[in-house]
């Protein structure tokens, strides 16, 4: 079991440009969560989904963020527009229930 | 608002000694309290759990204990060790996690 991956690793954009971030949940796992990590601080939910659902995107900014988790392929969460105030890491979560969660390595996104 | 409240922000502990953390809620709908321990660098791995029905869990060096009446929760160390130098966050959950702002921890040779 590979385990929750995330790619890419490290992800430098220029202001304006868009980022997007990449999410495989581990095999059986249907339930997948984005959680953002700024330098000091705690994880700050975003979004849950399921399957082609969004559950509850709560925690995601009005604007320039999206999330999906398509029938097929990894969850994807895109960043349009990027500023620098979106430098973080980003980092996801699945489990095959509410509990349980598995997280990834995340990955850093630098906005020069 | 913050939903789970964590202290302290940071701890440093000389090698062998018992370093706590400590936690506080006030959503009694909240039903499982794990543990979360992050490397520099690393995603959040679970290190030990509790439901509220419980007082207390070990795990080998690690304990939670859980006070329900308080609505707090705490997680001892004991035998502290280098290796575990990381961050530690607390989580609450009802239908969603709700993270702890995070200890870092700081475990001196």
């Known amino acids: 079991n590979a385990g929750v991956m995330q790619n890419p690793r490290h992800l430098v954009r220029r202001r304006g440009q868009e980022a997007r971030l990449r999410c495989s949940p581990m095999?059986?796992?249907?339930?997948v969560y984005w959680y953002r990590q700024l330098p000091e601080e705690g994880l700050k939910f975003m979004v849950y989904l399921q399957k082609e659902n969004i559950i509850d995107e709560s925690g995601m900014p009005k604007e320039r963020f999206s999330a999906e988790f398509p029938k097929e392929g990894p969850s994807i969460l895109r960043i349009q527009q990027v500023v620098r105030g979106d430098s973080a890491a980003y980092f996801c979560?699945?489990?095959?229930?509410?509990?349980?969660?598995?997280f990834g390595s995340g990955t850093r996104l630098t906005v020069v | 608002q913050q939903q789970v409240k964590q202290s302290p922000q940071s701890l440093i502990v000389q090698k062998g000694g018992i370093s706590i953390i400590n936690c506080a809620y006030e959503?009694?709908?909240?039903?499982?309290f794990p543990w979360y321990q992050q490397f520099p660098g690393k995603g959040p791995a679970l290190l030990i759990a509790i439901r509220p029905d419980v007082s207390e869990k070990k795990e080998g060096r690690f304990t939670i204990s859980f006070n329900k009446s308080a609505k707090q929760f705490s997680l001892h160390i004991m035998d502290s060790q280098p290796g575990d130098s990381a961050t530690y966050f607390c989580a609450a959950i009802a239908n969603q996690f709700y993270f702890g702002t995070g200890t870092s921890l700081t475990v001196i040779p």
């Open positions: 959503n009694t709908a909240f039903d499982y």
């Open positions: 979560a699945s489990s095959p229930d509410s509990l349980g969660y598995t």
């Open positions: 095999k059986g796992h249907s339930h």
